[in-house]
């Protein structure tokens, strides 16, 4: 992986993590707590996502790359349901 | 071309050592589990839940997922400095991304302390069990990593440079799913 590659992966990581902080430590009406945390959760799937591709270096392993990714992506999705079911029941 | 060889391609576009992809699968399943397990419990007591997380200190939090992303940064950043003859920055940056994980755990145990001085234990509620057990056993990960960082910049051939920064991002990798699920979703 190419020191600019890291950078911006770097960079992406940061800004990621600056809009979940900011999401959080907003004050949401009661109706909107629910579409904040799953903005958070979306956030934290992009972040795995950057730290898989750009440090772990799969941007370079396509075969792994998207395996990881459908595992990743239905792990988030679990949660995701995990979270709203409170809010459903 | 026959299957094996195939099989054999596909093995080989996997970057660094497999036996730290099967660490890294192998911990990152029991992460997965105690997270899922930790939404799980609070589907039967959200308001308890939401109320002891609250209890958090969530910018603490915040400044280490910054700190751990920044160390990641700097581990991977190694490699290519290696790659590159660059030894001495290699190990610098090496160096600099352990001691970010120090910080990381100066700031945990800043936390750990204030809980316990408000009488906050793994106990009280089923919520500080769980972040009890996922963030302390994620911690001692750190504390490893450190110690791995500290090897590789020691004996610092590329391999080891590799195989010890991709514990590292793993570390990373855990603590950016576990930082929003335990701290921040409400």
């Keep these: 992986m190419s020191q600019r590659a890291l950078r911006t992966g770097w960079l992406t990581l940061m800004a990621l993590s600056l809009i979940s902080t900011v999401i959080s430590l907003w004050s949401f009406p009661d109706g909107w707590q629910a579409l904040a945390g799953t903005a958070i959760l979306i956030l934290a799937w992009l972040k795995a996502r950057v730290i898989l591709g750009r440090y772990l270096g799969l941007d370079s392993a396509p075969f792994w790359a998207r395996g990881f990714g459908i595992a990743l992506g239905l792990f988030c999705v679990l949660l995701l349901g995990l979270y709203l079911a409170p809010l459903m029941f | ?186």
């Design chain 2, 1 to 186: 071309m026959s299957e094996a060889a195939s099989e054999l391609s596909v093995l080989d576009e996997l970057p660094g050592d497999l036996m730290m992809w099967v660490l890294i699968i192998s911990e990152l399943l029991v992460f997965g589990a105690g997270l899922t397990a930790f939404l799980a419990v609070r589907v039967t007591d959200p308001v308890g839940f939401a109320e002891a997380q609250n209890l958090l200190n969530r910018t603490a939090a915040g400044i280490n997922t910054i700190v751990l992303v920044t160390s990641g940064f700097l581990a991977a950043l190694a490699l290519p400095l290696r790659e590159a003859g660059q030894n001495a920055r290699a190990r610098l940056a090496l160096i600099a991304a352990s001691l970010l994980g120090v910080l990381f755990l100066v700031i945990k145990g800043a936390e750990f302390a204030d809980k316990a001085a408000h009488g906050i234990n793994w106990e009280s509620h089923a919520f500080f069990t769980f972040y009890y057990l996922l963030t302390g056993f994620h911690a001692a990960h750190v504390v490893f990593g450190v110690l791995i960082l500290w090897l590789v910049a020691w004996r610092d051939a590329p391999r080891n440079i590799e195989v010890g920064a991709a514990f590292w991002h793993m570390v990373d990798l855990v603590w950016v799913l576990l930082f929003p699920v335990i701290y921040l979703l409400q």
